[in-house]
């Protein structure tokens, strides 16, 4: 019972709060702008709703995964040395499929919106700018590993300091906060009104996987509190 809770820690908060960011999407998606448009045969409302499905599941998976091993050391424990490697391709795969899915929701909606198309696609190359210089950062100063949560499986990465360098010098969460911007992009590129909605909402809930798994989780490790249990050697 004990590794439950703590497994299941501020959970409720992320249902909670996930359903107040579907009820809006659920509105907006009776809307004939968000009714409009096809790709490949298939139409708006199918992309839409595979474009926020993805996002639940990706978001969902990671809690799974890091919870489960950081208190039960459930992965490894499973795999062996081959744990983080398994939960890494999940991760990438439902993560690239996440980005897909707003592009080609995007590109089935597209000219939703009443604005200049040439403006809009010049917003979308410069927020696309901070996005890729974040994807540089993670790759040169962070590391993808580190990125995808090995902390939760390696305890030699536990003490290694917090990188302050590239867009790390600007803010501590850059993935968060600059790297969502690439999902704006093909909302404006395309200028759809569903490819912006499924962005804000992507870019909103991303903060509650961080206030409601991230930050416990971080502090359990680092230090900012210390778990009730000792993880189980794999």
Not at 190 to 201: E, R, Y
């Amino acid at each position: 019972m004990a590794v439950l809770r703590l497994v299941f820690e501020k959970q409720w908060l992320h249902v909670l709060l996930l359903v107040v960011l579907l009820v809006p999407l659920v509105a907006a998606s009776r809307h004939d702008v968000f009714q409009a448009g096809q790709l490949w045969g298939i139409r708006t409302p199918t992309w839409f709703w595979l474009a926020v499905a993805l996002p639940v599941l990706h978001q969902t998976y990671v809690w799974f995964c890091w919870r489960t091993q950081l208190h039960a050391s459930l992965l490894t424990r499973l795999l062996g040395g081959r744990g983080f490697t398994f939960y890494a391709i999940g991760f990438a795969v439902l993560g690239i499929s996440r980005v897909v899915s707003v592009f080609l929701l995007a590109a089935a909606n597209q000219h939703t919106l009443p604005s200049n198309l040439t403006t809009l696609r010049i917003l979308a190359v410069l927020i696309a700018i901070p996005a890729v210089y974040l994807f540089y950062s993670v790759a040169h100063y962070f590391g993808f590993r580190r990125a995808m949560g090995i902390d939760h499986f390696d305890p030699a990465y536990r003490s290694l300091p917090f990188v302050r360098e590239g867009i790390f010098q600007f803010t501590s969460n850059g993935m968060y906060v600059f790297g969502f911007f690439l999902l704006w992009a093909p909302g404006l590129w395309w200028a759809s009104a569903a490819g912006l909605s499924v962005a804000l909402f992507n870019h909103l809930y991303i903060w509650v996987h961080y206030y409601t798994t991230e930050l416990p989780d971080i502090r359990r490790i680092y230090g900012g509190a210390q778990s009730d249990l000792q993880p189980m050697e794999s």
